[in-house]
Nanobody, 125 residues
Framework: QVELVESGGGSVQAGGSLTLSCKIGPYDYSDYCQGWFRQVPGNEREGVAAIDAGGSASYADSVKGRFTISKDNAKNTLYLKMNNLKPGDTAKYYC???????????????????WGQGTQVTVSS
């Protein structure tokens, strides 16, 4: 059973930064497409970022230039560095993995086979 545990959420003011982490276990899933999506209650899920086995990243237009996805295969951990946060970024953020092609934020939320419990990010103006 895949286990994904997110951490790092919190409350920040607009313009601030946060880094989310996702510990993935219990096996090595470095060859999976890994990523993040976010959701506000009552709204649809939005794919945010994805990173493939080789480390190539892709982003939603809404976060491009502000968010950076990365991973540490040795630690089985996925990260999302979020800079210049805006109130519109307020949501619960979830990490997700799957074997999808292409490896992009949209494909990851279409299948949604393995995802974590989420971590809340709140950005105040």
């Amino acid at each position: 059973q895949v286990e994904l545990v997110e951490s790092g959420g919190g409350s920040v003011q607009a313009g601030g930064s946060l880094t989310l982490s996702c510990k993935i276990g219990p096996y090595d899933y470095s060859d999976y497409c890994q990523g993040w999506f976010r959701q506000v209650p009552g709204n649809e899920r939005e794919g945010v970022a994805a990173i493939d086995a080789g480390g190539s990243a892709s982003y939603a237009d809404s976060v491009k230039g502000r968010f950076t996805i990365s991973k540490d295969n040795a630690k089985n951990t996925l990260y999302l560095k979020m800079n210049n946060l805006k109130p519109g970024d307020t949501a619960k953020y979830y990490c997700v993995i799957d074997r999808v092609l292409p490896c992009d934020p949209i494909a990851l939320i279409l299948t949604l086979n393995y995802w974590g419990q989420g971590t809340q990010v709140t950005v105040s103006s």
